[in-house]
């Protein structure tokens, strides 16, 4: 226990530097956290754990079961920390046992990969178009709602093939969100879920199913994330954002559509990011979280989660770019700060004012 | 030497021990079975009172309105199986009448090795083989040629996809016919050669002898059906990656669709309300019913065309 408080002084004192050398030399800690959730963020933070422990001996076991399962975890008492793709709603804040808080550790897209063989030029949709061709309401590719948007370019009068995620998952819940965003008529006749009832197309089961189902079929059209897409070389789809610009999907126009949502972000993190109004944002970004109780049972576990959220928030946004992650901008890390600083055992704050 | 052993005074002990740790045996299977649909019961309870019946009528699936309704996965599965069904009997059947009957040495053993090696394929080996190759040869080709000869039919209409209940039915096919083919071939040796000697000795053809056979062999080959028919119903990794997973009902089997097993494996990691849980776990509660349903009818046609004969070969 006093080794553990040492460690952890330490650590704070490493974290006050910004020098990851000085925790070297500190005691090592021995607390093990463990948490469980969502599959999507599951590459940066197994590196992050890595990284974590080596640095400061705090061992964090993660399970990636998805984030439903992290959050019947978390719920039941069974796992340190939760972590979700969507933020829970507030009836399902109000059916945990006590108060969560969210911290959102790295922002993520969903693109729209297609397979036109034919085409030069990246595809650009409206969000009507999209709404359109998951609607089932656009069956051929040289429909006037997507020529529209791609002038001088000859579009093939070939079945357009919308492919959906089968299983349920965060990026459903993303992509669903957005359509929810932009189109009344999906909000009223489909909504946004992990699951729903698609109304067109086919379900492929995980990323890869999606992206192996738009690679094989000419015509088809898909959501995958950001990072899946640019790992496996698929070609998105340009989206118009509320803007009325065309905008590829990147990490830069990811952060910068956070960025632009950074106002309503301030007052609830949980709020949504999607068709943001900036003029460089991506309009299908979203923000992961990480889920801990405000008030941690145990005071050296629930010190060594604050500290860890600290340490991901600040120096471990340097490695997020080179997963594919987007960085989370400066005023979310200020929001997630404030909440940090709100967690306690005990009634005492967790983290010393900063 | 030893001397021999003297009869034991114990034996009855003996026995009565073995009886007793077979029997015991026997009773863990029954016990864990049980304790599996009370379980499955329990978790299924809160839908069950929420939803009540028309779970099993209702075509909606939709977790965002919290509204479900299990028909369009109870057609998936009992369409898919039926396709398999369609598809395997013939074959297996007639793999299993040459292996017994016609096939010789090398040949049924190669043969036999073949088919039995289905069997161990792994069922995700099938769903790759279904997404990789079978989808787009029926993109291509089949489904196209189905549309344009057969189109006026409502069972071959719609866009090609390549993945739906079609690709499903085939890989279920092939991975069913391995259990028809051992198990029949098994029933056929099984017949007494005299009764092959008898028809032949009656004048009729090697043809004709062979329908004889099969008519004696009949409730071992329905075993074999209704065994393979299980898999099939239950089937999950291979036919959730090639049925193209979507809670509508068409007739059309070049639509996409969905069965028990596949939404169960689909949602569960991410169902996140409590009633979506509850009737993800109802459906397995369905499936476990419907399952159960099947062999007992599949019994009661093994009792009826056999009149309650239980001397046949095969006969369970």
């Known amino acids: ?354 | 030497m030893r001397q021999p052993l003297a009869p034991r005074r114990r034996g009855l002990t003996v026995d009565g021990v073995y009886r007793g740790a077979l029997a015991a045996a026997a009773g863990v299977i029954f016990l864990v079975v049980a304790l599996i649909v009370l379980e499955i019961a329990r978790g299924a309870m809160p839908s069950i009172r929420t939803i009540g019946w028309g779970f099993l009528a209702q075509r909606e699936w939709d977790p965002v309105a919290d509204h479900y309704g299990a028909l369009p996965y109870i057609y998936g599965t009992l369409v898919s199986s039926l396709i398999a069904l369609v598809l395997a009997v013939p074959l297996g059947l007639g793999s299993a009448v040459f292996l017994a009957e016609l096939a010789k040495g090398r040949v049924a053993a190669i043969v036999s090795f073949v088919i039995e090696l289905l069997a161990a394929i792994p069922s995700i080996v099938y769903g790759i083989w279904g997404f990789f190759v079978l989808a787009p040869w029926l993109r291509n080709a089949l489904e196209p040629w189905l549309v344009a000869h057969f189109g006026y039919l409502p069972l071959f209409r719609g866009t090609p996809f390549g993945i739906g209940m079609l690709n499903a039915g085939i890989v279920l096919a092939i991975m069913i016919i391995p259990t028809i083919v051992s198990i029949s071939r098994e029933v056929l040796l099984a017949i007494p050669r005299s009764l092959r000697e008898a028809s032949l000795a009656l004048g009729a053809t090697r043809a004709e002898a062979i329908v004889v056979t099969l008519d004696a062999a009949k409730p071992g080959i329905l075993g074999s059906i209704v065994l393979a028919l299980g898999r099939a119903l239950g089937e999950t990794m291979a036919v959730t990656m090639v049925i193209g997973n979507t809670n509508r009902i068409s007739a059309s089997l070049l639509d996409p669709s969905a069965t028990m097993a596949s939404v169960i494996a689909n949602e569960f990691t991410e169902a996140t309300g409590s009633l979506y849980l509850s009737a993800l776990i109802q459906i397995a509660l369905v499936l476990f019913g419907v399952t159960i349903l099947v062999n007992a009818l599949a019994r009661a046609l093994v009792w009826l065309t056999t009149g309650g004969r239980r001397d046949v070969a095969g006969a369970t």
């Open chain 1, 1 to 354: 226990m006093k080794r553990t408080m040492i460690g952890a002084a330490a650590l704070v004192a490493a974290a006050l530097v910004g020098c990851s050398g000085a925790s070297q030399e500190a005691a090592k800690s021995s607390v093990t956290l463990t948490g469980a959730g969502a599959t999507f963020p599951y590459p940066i933070y197994s590196k992050w754990f890595d990284m974590y422990r080596e640095s400061t001996g705090v061992q964090i076991n993660y399970q990636s079961i998805g984030s439903g399962g992290g959050i019947q975890q978390l719920k039941a008492g069974t796992v340190d920390f939760g972590a979700s793709d969507a933020p829970l709603d507030d009836a399902k804040l109000a059916e945990m046992p006590h108060p969560v808080m969210h911290i959102a550790t790295v922002a993520g897209a969903v693109v729209l990969a297609y397979n036109l063989p034919d085409l030069q030029q990246p595809l650009q949709l409206t969000p009507a178009a999209v709404v359109g061709i998951f609607r089932g309401a656009i069956k051929k590719w040289n429909d006037p709602a997507i020529r529209a948007a791609n002038p001088g370019v000859t579009l093939p009068a070939t079945a357009v093939l919308p492919v959906h995620r089968s299983d349920g998952s965060g990026t459903s819940n993303i992509f669903t969100t957005y359509l929810s965003a932009v189109s009344p008529e999906w909000k009223s006749a489909v909504g946004a879920n992990t699951s729903v009832a698609w109304p067109a197309g086919v379900g492929a089961k995980g990323n890869e199913g999606v992206a192996g189902q738009v690679k094989q079929a000419a015509g088809s059209i898909g959501y995958v994330e950001l990072a899946y897409a640019k790992q496996n070389n698929l070609t998105a789809a340009r989206l118009q954002n509320a803007a009325g610009t065309f905008v590829e999907p990147t990490l830069a126009s990811t952060t910068a559509a956070i960025q632009a949502s950074a106002q309503a972000l301030a007052a609830d993190v949980r709020a949504p990011t999607v068709n943001a109004a900036g003029p460089d944002a991506y309009p299908i970004a979203a923000l992961t979280f990480i889920l801990v109780y405000q008030d941690q049972a145990d005071a050296a576990k629930g010190k060594a989660i604050a500290d860890f959220l600290h340490w991901a928030i600040h120096e471990g946004q340097n490695d997020v770019e080179a997963l594919q992650y987007a960085r989370i901008p400066d005023e979310v890390v200020r929001v997630d700060d404030e909440a940090l600083g709100r967690l306690t055992s005990g009634g005492k704050p967790l983290l010393a004012a900063r």
